[in-house]
């Protein structure tokens, strides 16, 4: 409510404009409950839209304000869980990415030493788009110590979400300023998230490509970068086109998506969506940074796509419902009313609250007198959409080609050997054994060390060619009378198969002791060894007393290797 006495202002003109049959929104006074819903952090430095960069310069600082007074007008403050005013960046928090002597040269440029340091602004590239304005460096320190502010929230688990609308300035390099941007505040952040989360997605819906965060993390496969920009090879900055992918560890971990003036809204919703499904399937990211110029939206001063407040915030919904630590940056956006709108309404998204159409009262009520103080004035159809679904159907296929290169997601400890060299060595290292237990031959890792005869086997002297040629335990030989008979008859523990003359087995070889019926033998019949009584005298002895039956006995033993034998031995 506005008092009468000030109804006026020292220009006759009223605070608020008189609507007429245009509502206006009025604010939300719930209080969010801080369990119900992700916790999300609101940073805005106090004093960081007054600054200028010059009269004639299309970025505007003020976009900010604006911005966060259609935020506190809608009573999105009351849905915010924290909200904080961050204190600068410091100078050594800047160095961790930028180099020093870029940083110094900030720190000590002013507009009214600028002449004697003309040979260093050529050098840092701060001319132009660049140029020097009072209190930059102050400005530079104020946007990057919000983006660093929300990094640590995220890292430490103070927050879910993150938003910081004075940062997202993409294109600034290590040691030169660019396009707008002189420090580079989203590399300052993806690198205090790093020292917590090992892999980083970055997602760029700025109209303009982000080369300054794609360089930084060129060479690295724990950040993924992708972009939504417009290319067309002289559209500033003249990079990002399809085939950029990345090198050395970074192979494939940068991916471009280069669209042409016009596109629209179902265009360019269903490929961010399937794009950006498909990274987050193959990379897996900890973390999120999203980057939300608004210079994509249609109708804005140096944009040239035809997308609507609803969709460049229904491209912030869907990244936030992956569940994954998001920080929320600004960007680009050169129409400030329509820039203030899009921010507000993805605030409203990402705190999950619903917001009417009609605009809250704000002493900014003029700026948007022309549209009747909508949240969604008509942006689209302004420019010819040169995009065909041909097009972007070949832009998806190359994407995700790229992301069949992805071996896992990465930044995971492992040691790249060769298969084939791997196989050679580990073959040659493995005992035989574990090659045996590998093809399935062994008994849990056991062998039998001990000499092992067929049952049906007997040795005729020194001149038996089956004797083997192994150390004989005790140091007595192994004949056929030195063995014990069994006094009760049993028969022995199984049926062994009769050897040929000319193989014995060899020592450590096992036995395979199978039953096997009787009436499946050979039908020719077969006498049976006779058990003979204990040995009592010498082996030589004994063997010159063996009684000629015996011997024949064996002589008709079936002599095919292949037919079994029964005998009745001793084994004991």
Request: charged fraction near 25%; include cysteine; hydrophobic fraction near 35%.
């Amino acid at each position: 409510m506005v008092r009468a006495s000030q109804a006026t202002t020292f220009s006759s003109s009223a605070y608020f404009d008189d609507r007429g049959p245009h509502g206006t929104a009025q604010p939300i006074t719930e209080h969010v409950n801080p369990h119900s819903r992700p916790i999300v952090s609101y940073f805005f430095p106090k004093g960081v839209g007054e600054h200028h960069y010059g009269e004639r310069h299309p970025m505007k600082p003020h976009r900010l304000t604006l911005t966060n007074a259609l935020v506190m007008g809608y009573g999105l403050d009351k849905q915010i869980h924290h909200i904080y005013n961050p204190r600068p960046a410091t100078q050594a928090e800047l160095e961790m990415y930028h180099d020093h002597d870029y940083v110094d040269f900030l720190s000590r440029v002013t507009p009214n030493n600028q002449n004697e340091m003309r040979h260093l602004i050529d050098t840092f590239n701060c001319v132009e788009d660049c140029p020097i304005f009072s209190e930059m460096y102050d400005f530079c320190r104020m946007y990057a110590g919000a983006s660093l502010a929300g990094a640590r929230k995220l890292t430490a688990g103070a927050c879910d979400t993150a938003i910081n609308w004075s940062g997202g300035l993409h294109h600034a390099k290590r040691g030169e300023a660019s396009g707008f941007c002189y420090v580079n505040d989203i590399v300052l952040a993806i690198l205090e998230l790093l020292r917590y989360h090992p892999r980083v997605l970055y997602i760029d819906i700025d109209i303009h490509h982000g080369d300054g965060v794609e360089l930084a993390f060129y060479h690295s496969n724990r950040v993924m970068t992708v972009s939504f920009h417009k290319y067309t090879g002289d559209f500033f900055p003249g990079t990002g086109k399809l085939d950029d992918n990345g090198a050395s560890l970074g192979k494939h971990f940068c991916l471009n998506v280069p669209l042409q003036d016009g596109i629209d809204d179902d265009m360019y919703l269903t490929i961010f969506k399937t794009v950006i499904e498909d990274t987050v399937t193959a990379f897996r990211p900890t973390s999120i940074v999203l980057q939300c110029g608004a210079d994509s939206l249609g109708c804005d001063r140096l944009g040239a796509f035809n997308l609507s407040i609803a969709a460049h915030g229904e491209c912030v919904n869907f990244v936030r419902k992956f569940n994954v630590p998001l920080l929320v940056l600004g960007g680009g956006g050169y129409t400030i009313k329509n820039v203030s709108r899009c921010w507000t309404y993805e605030t409203a998204v990402l705190v999950g609250a619903t917001i009417p159409d009609e605009l809250p009262a704000t002493v900014y009520d003029p700026f948007f007198r022309d549209s009747q103080w909508k949240l969604h004035p008509p942006l689209t159809g302004r420019v010819e959409n040169q995009n065909s679904p041909a097009s972007l159907q070949r832009i998806t296929i190359s994407i995700r080609n790229k992301l069949r290169y992805l071996q896992g997601a990465p930044s995971v400890a492992m040691q790249e050997i060769p298969p084939d060299l791997e196989g050679w060595l580990a073959d040659e290292e493995r005992k035989q054994e574990e090659i045996d237990e590998e093809r399935g031959t062994a008994v849990a890792g056991e062998r039998r060390s001990d000499r092992s005869m067929a049952r049906n086997e007997f040795f005729d002297g020194d001149n038996d060619v089956d004797q083997d040629d192994g150390p004989i335990s005790a140091g007595v030989k192994r004949t056929a009378s030195s063995r014990k008979p069994r006094a009760s008859g049993k028969r022995g523990r199984g049926k062994t198969r009769a050897r040929p003359s000319g193989g014995a087995k060899e020592d450590g070889e096992e036995i395979e002791e199978q039953p096997v019926a009787t009436a499946s033998r050979s039908t020719k019949p077969r006498r049976v060894a006779k058990p003979r009584a204990r040995a009592r005298a010498k082996p030589a002895e004994k063997d010159k007393d063996l009684p000629d039956a015996d011997f024949e006995a064996t002589a008709d033993v079936e002599t095919d290797a292949l037919t079994p034998v029964d005998l009745e031995i001793d084994i004991s």
